[in-house]
T-cell receptor
Framework: DAGVTQSPTHLIKTRGQHVTLRCSPISGHKSVSWYQQVLGQGPQFIFQYYEKEERGRGNFPDRFSARQFPNYSSELNVNALLLGDSALYLC????????????FGNGTRLTVT | AQRVTQPEKLLSVFKGAPVELKCNYSYSGSPELFWYVQYSRQRLQLLLRHISRESIKGFTADLNKGETSFHLKKPFAQEEDSAMYYCALYGGATNKLIFGTGTLLAVQP
């Protein structure tokens, strides 16, 4: 079981820069969700994609965007980085868009300086 | 508003003692509730979901709609249960899980 894979594992950026985070779901899973986890908090929903279409969006500014590719992998993009964007970004996959058990990756730790 | 509250940031118990991790939710419809667990240096993983009504690793959780609670219980804690536990609510229409802030369970030998 390869599990959900995310890259990179760690990333350091400066304010104002742009970042792209990548996620490969478990084979056969068609839905990918992105969560942001700030230290001391639970994961907070950012996006969900299913069959390349956005199925849900959390309360995040337009600086955050995502997409899903034909092979169901996904990218999360964040523009004009702020210090407050420093967090662990989690990707989760599931069989379909309705939340079946979510399978999480190990996350990408983003630090904005 | 949809919300999940886990009032305890840390719960410390001795091995063999009973454990109850509290979770309260706010949701107007029929919620689906989950417990996720994160062991040290491991990824977040599903522990159990209320619709399954199953016991995983000795843990159970019962949905109490009257009290809007979904507390996680285990009669006898083991050291390997030490982990971060998150309660989560699926709101349905928004296709998202809403997580609580988590409770760190520390089981002392």
């Amino acid at each position: 079981d390869a599990g959900v894979t995310q890259s990179p594992t760690h990333l350091i950026k400066t304010r104002g820069q742009h970042v792209t985070l990548r996620c490969s779901p478990i084979s056969g899973h068609k839905s990918v969700s992105w969560y942001q986890q700030v230290l001391g908090q639970g994961p907070q929903f950012i996006f969900q994609y299913y069959e390349k279409e956005e199925r849900g969006r959390g309360n995040f500014p337009d600086r955050f965007s995502a997409r899903q590719f034909p092979n169901y992998s996904s990218e999360l993009n964040v523009n004009a980085l702020l210090l407050g964007d420093s967090a662990l970004y989690l990707c989760a996959s599931s069989l379909d868009y309705r939340v079946s058990p979510l399978h999480f990756g190990n996350g990408t730790r983003l630090t904005v300086t | 508003a949809q919300r999940v509250t886990q009032p305890e940031k840390l719960l410390s118990v001795f091995k063999g003692a009973p454990v109850e991790l509290k979770c309260n939710y706010s949701y107007s419809g029929s919620p689906e509730l989950f417990w996720y667990v994160q062991y040290s240096r491991q990824r977040l993983q599903l522990l159990l979901r209320h619709i399954s009504r199953e016991s995983i690793k000795g843990f159970t959780a019962d949905l109490n709609k009257g009290e809007t609670s979904f507390h996680l219980k285990k009669p006898f804690a083991q050291e390997e249960d030490s982990a971060m536990y998150y309660c989560a609510l699926y709101g349905g229409a928004t296709n998202k899980l809403i997580f609580g802030t988590g409770t760190l369970l520390a089981v002392q030998p």
